[in-house]
């Protein structure tokens, strides 16, 4: 089987690369999705369709356009990671954890310990928390090779 795995959540380290790597040195059969983590053509998605002076209409038009890509992802996935780093609020991804918990689908959270108490509902709803990507690669592991 192969396996699809989106990966949702804070894009200023290399979280996602040391996963996928390890998925690959592993030789596990995943196929990675995410949404774009290019924070400038993020920000500027719905730029195409018209200009808004006003951020608030340019940020929620191009939330939107992201939206046809991460919705239809999460929906098409079979496992989420979803990540919270120390140094933003990551928003986006307790709303990516919200929907896949409403789909049903089993997601793992990736955080550090500090952050236990303000993810303590987000933590509920996930089947796995771990700490570092490396522990992430071993659940992947164990889930696909069991």
């Known amino acids: 089987m192969l396996w699809k ?3 949702s959540g804070e894009i200023h380290t290399d979280w996602r690369e040391r996963i ?3 998925a690959k040195a592993r030789d596990l059969n995943i196929e990675f999705f995410s949404a774009n983590t290019d924070h400038e053509s993020s920000d500027a998605a719905g730029d195409l369709l018209r200009t808004n002076e006003s951020n608030f209409w340019r940020d929620h038009q191009s939330s939107k356009v992201n ?22 609020r990551q928003w986006n991804a307790a709303f990516d954890a919200g929907t896949l ?11 550090d310990e500090a952050l236990i108490h ?19 690669v071993e659940l992947l592991s164990y889930v696909i090779n069991s």
Do not use: N
């Open 101 to 111: 918990a409403a789909l049903g689908k089993p997601f793992i959270t990736l955080h």
């Open 118 to 136: 303000p993810l303590k509902e987000v933590d509920a709803a996930a089947m796995a928390w771990a700490e570092t990507p490396e522990q992430v």
């Open 67 to 88: 939206a046809i890509r991460t919705s239809t992802l999460i929906k098409q996935c079979d496992i989420g990671v979803v990540r919270f780093g120390d140094k933003y």
């Open 5 to 7: 795995v989106y990966l």
């Open 20 to 22: 996928i790597e390890g």
